[in-house]
Structures are given as C-alpha cells and as structure tokens.
C-alpha cells in the first residue's frame, strides 16, 4: 500500500498540468463520496456535499453560496460524470499542452 502512494505522489509531482488536475478531481470526488457515505451512515440530515459546492441555477442561491464559483469545477455527479470528463480533460489536456502552455490550460480550466 505504501508503494502505491509513494507511486501516486510521484506520478502527481512529475505530471502534466492536465494530470494534476485530473488527481485533484478524482481525489475530492472520492473525499466527498466518503463524507457523503459517513453523513448517510449515522443519518445526519444537511445537504448533500454535492449542492454544497456545486454551482446554483439562481441567482439568489449563489448570493448565499459565493465559493461555488470556485468550488464548481471540481463537484461530479457520479462516477460516469467524473469517468468521462476527466477523460476528455487528458485527451483534449495532451492536445493543448501541445500547441500552448500549462498556464494557458490552468487558466482555461479556472476560469472555463
């Protein structure tokens, strides 16, 4: 087990941007998956994290939560909404690193 973290920590420090950004998602989806799971086990009843940080439609809900703006882009839905965009992030993250730089992608994924 210790191998494999030593793996992971390795493989996120020598990455790409698109890497990184794809351990970073994968690694809060699976935090709030658990937390998710321990709020359900012992029957706490507040919010699902997922509206917590994901995005509001209304206007009047983002006044109240204003760091979703930020928190937004890293909230899935489920493991096939996380399967398939990160894929997409390191098809099309190879692509663009090959024709700009990795703060040209870290910008475009921030601010897109």
């Known amino acids: ?11 996120f420090r020598r990455g790409n941007i698109f890497i990184q950004l794809i351990y970073i998602n994968v690694g809060i989806f699976i935090i709030g ?19 917590i940080f994901a995005l509001p439609a209304s206007f009047i809900s983002f006044i109240h939560q204003p760091w979703s703006l930020f928190t937004y882009m890293f909230m899935h839905a489920g493991i096939l909404h996380i399967l398939f965009n990160m894929l997409w992030l390191y098809w099309f993250g190879s692509l663009f690193l090959y024709f700009f730089s990795a703060k040209h992608l870290r910008g475009l994924y921030v601010l897109g």
């Open 1 to 11: 087990m210790r191998h494999i973290i030593a793996d992971l920590k390795e493989t």
């Open 33 to 51: 998956t658990l937390v998710n799971v321990f709020l359900q086990l012992f029957n706490f009843n507040i919010l699902d994290i997922f509206s």
